[in-house]
């Protein structure tokens, strides 16, 4: 006999799974993934490190959508970053693009 609640879990995990999935290869799609890394600093912090910081404040999605479109500096100057600097803008994301890779950085 089979078990369709089974069938509808591995379904499930799989339509949980794609969106991750599916953002990471955006991030590395626009060169994202060149400076950050998920859970080790890079030339930038770590998504991990960005997702902490922003945690539970009101905006930071806007905030951080505006830094990734228009590029940002000063933010990171930490010692836990091998190399601070700037972040160029991202070139040739859309708006929409930037608000997907944003909520999946804000959620690692």
Partial sequence: MRK????????TL???ALPVQADQALATKHNCMGCHAIDKPLIGPSYKKVAAKYKGQKGADALLVGKVLKGS???WNKPDVLNPGTMPPAVGLSEDDARKLVAWVLSQ
Avoid: D, K, Q, R
Wanted: neutral net charge; without cysteine; hydrophobic residues 55%.
């Fill in 73 to 75: 500096s000063g933010t």
């Fill in 14 to 16: 799989l339509l949980v």
């Fill in 4 to 11: 369709p609640f089974a069938t509808l879990g591995v379904a």
